[in-house]
């Protein structure tokens, strides 16, 4: 079982928006509608940031977006904050309770 | 109020054992899903066990699998992560993690970080 491949570091200005992907194959991405982010700071515990590949956990600002084509699935993040620094991880349902997680994405704000 | 304290966690010399645990309250146990989830030193995050609500186990691949043990015990709404022949590779923080559904986690522990080395 790979894991699902993110970038490993994106970029963007306050207010500018970025997009993180997240590839994985017909077997987890491409094959379920359960994929989420979660957002974790250095040191700190990942937090559940979107789920069913399109949901936002209430507290969740709606700058934050998520959205699926193919085997790839992809996270928005609009009008960039400086608090928006962190590292974000996907992850994907994989079948027979399994999952799959991506490798993880630093996203600095410039 | 949903909790999961972890335990157990140290230093281990190379090829030793540890076991960790879990304590979960605020929500059904016996129902949930759970998961052990490691990060390695400026890694991303890999599933290491899961344990269903029927005690089905499964483990994230060879180099795990035969080393690791998830168990959990209702009565005490706890999840345990027994790991023997302890290699540096598996230094860690290690999370539990609550499977709110087919790998959604809403809720995490504060990590055990598991350390091994001579």
């Known amino acids: 079982q790979s894991a699902l491949t993110q970038p490993r570091s994106v970029s963007g200005s306050p207010g500018q928006s970025v997009t993180i992907s997240c590839t994985g194959t017909s077997s987890d991405v491409g094959d379920y509608d359960y994929v989420s982010w979660y957002q974790q700071y250095p040191g700190k515990v990942p937090k559940l940031l979107i789920f069913d590949v399109t949901n936002r956990p209430s507290g969740v600002p709606d700058r934050f977006s998520g959205s699926k084509s193919g085997n790839t699935a992809s996270l928005t993040i609009s009008g960039l904050q400086a608090e928006d620094e962190a590292y974000y991880h996907c992850c994907s349902y994989a079948g027979s309770y399994t999952v799959v997680f991506g490798g993880g994405t630093k996203l600095t704000v410039l | 109020q949903v909790h999961l304290v972890e335990s157990g966690g140290g230093v281990v010399q190379p090829g030793g054992s540890l076991r960790l645990s879990c304590a979960a309250s605020g929500f059904t146990f016996s129902s949930t899903t759970m998961y052990w989830v490691r990060q390695a030193p400026g890694k991303g995050l890999q599933w290491v066990a899961l344990i269903s609500h029927e005690h089905t186990t499964r483990y994230n691949g060879d180099s795990v699998r035969g080393r690791l043990t998830i168990s959990r015990d209702n009565s005490k709404n706890t999840v345990y992560l027994q790991m023997t022949s302890l290699t540096p590779d598996d230094t860690a923080i290690y999370y539990c993690?609550?499977?709110?559904?087919?790998?959604?986690?809403?809720?995490w522990g504060q990590g055990a970080l598991v350390t091994v080395s001579s």
């Open positions: 993690a609550r499977d709110a559904k087919w790998g959604l986690f809403d809720y």
